[in-house]
């Protein structure tokens, strides 16, 4: 087993690089772009979104096709990947879908002096786990391949996307950029300030550019694991 799982950071920007407005969640992609991620999500065993993410968006995150569920079923896993997410404040709401839908594992981390608090409040619906002083995502990711996750999905926002990144866990990154702009600097960005490990002086690697009706998916390859289809 490797020490950390496969890890996959997809994600849908407007073409100035927003993913949401200030106000409101904002669906970037397409129907079969929709799908496609789906699919992708199938192929994992686990999905991390940030805090924020769960409270902006309230998304269920599960398997939506009942074929990659009945598919996901007869491989033994459960029709759904595994949710984690990752907070300090420990204020989520125990009735967002997050936790009420779909029967796999949710787990939260925290770090240690939110622990206390996430449990009385989200004890019944997920496993609290303590991430120390402060959660880090290389600790985080280790912690999940000890549970047996070897391959996760990021799924935002801006604050997680950055750690990932910065930190030099992400192997595949999945940028789809949808036809719109939002020009709103308070709304939220891809990612935050940060000092990434590509530049100008080190390029990623773009391993596949593919159309997919009005929106444009590029992989890139961000380590030596990356797994191209
Ligand atoms: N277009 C897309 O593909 C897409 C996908 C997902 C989300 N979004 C959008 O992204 C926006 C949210 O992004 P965001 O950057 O504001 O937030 P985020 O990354 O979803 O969540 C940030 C929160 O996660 C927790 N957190 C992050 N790092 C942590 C760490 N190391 N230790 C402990 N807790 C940590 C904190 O939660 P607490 O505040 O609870 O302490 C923090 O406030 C929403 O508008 C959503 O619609 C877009």
């Known amino acids: 087993m490797r020490n950390r799982p496969y890890t996959l950071l997809s994600c849908s920007v407007s073409i100035d690089g927003y993913i949401g407005t200030a106000a409101e969640r904002l669906l970037l992609s397409n129907d079969a772009d929709f799908d496609r991620v789906d699919a992708v999500r199938a192929s994992c065993d686990a999905i991390l979104v940030g805090a924020q993410t769960v409270r902006a968006d309230n998304p269920r995150l599960l398997v939506r096709s009942p074929r990659r569920r009945e598919e996901r079923t007869a491989r033994g896993l459960a029709p759904s990947p595994m949710k984690v997410t990752v907070t300090r404040r420990a204020q989520l709401d125990a009735q967002a879908a997050f936790f009420t839908q779909g029967d796999a594992e949710k787990l939260v981390y925290c770090p240690s002096p939110s622990v206390g608090a996430a449990r009385t409040r989200l004890g019944p619906v997920a496993t609290v786990v ?15 391949a000890a549970r047996g996750v070897e391959r996760l999905m990021v799924e935002g926002g801006g604050c997680v996307h950055t750690q990932f990144l910065t930190d030099d866990l992400v192997d595949e990154l999945q940028l789809v950029v949808a036809p719109v702009f939002v020009g709103d600097s308070d709304a939220p960005r891809f990612v935050t300030d940060g000092r990434f490990p590509w530049s100008a002086g080190r390029r990623a690697t773009l391993a596949d550019v593919r159309q997919i009706g009005d929106v444009v998916l590029l992989r890139y390859a961000l380590s030596a694991r990356f797994q191209p289809d």
């Not at 002083?133 to 999940?144: I, P, Q, Y």
């Open 130 to 144: 303590d991430g120390g002083g402060n959660v880090e995502m290389r600790t985080l990711t280790t912690d999940l």
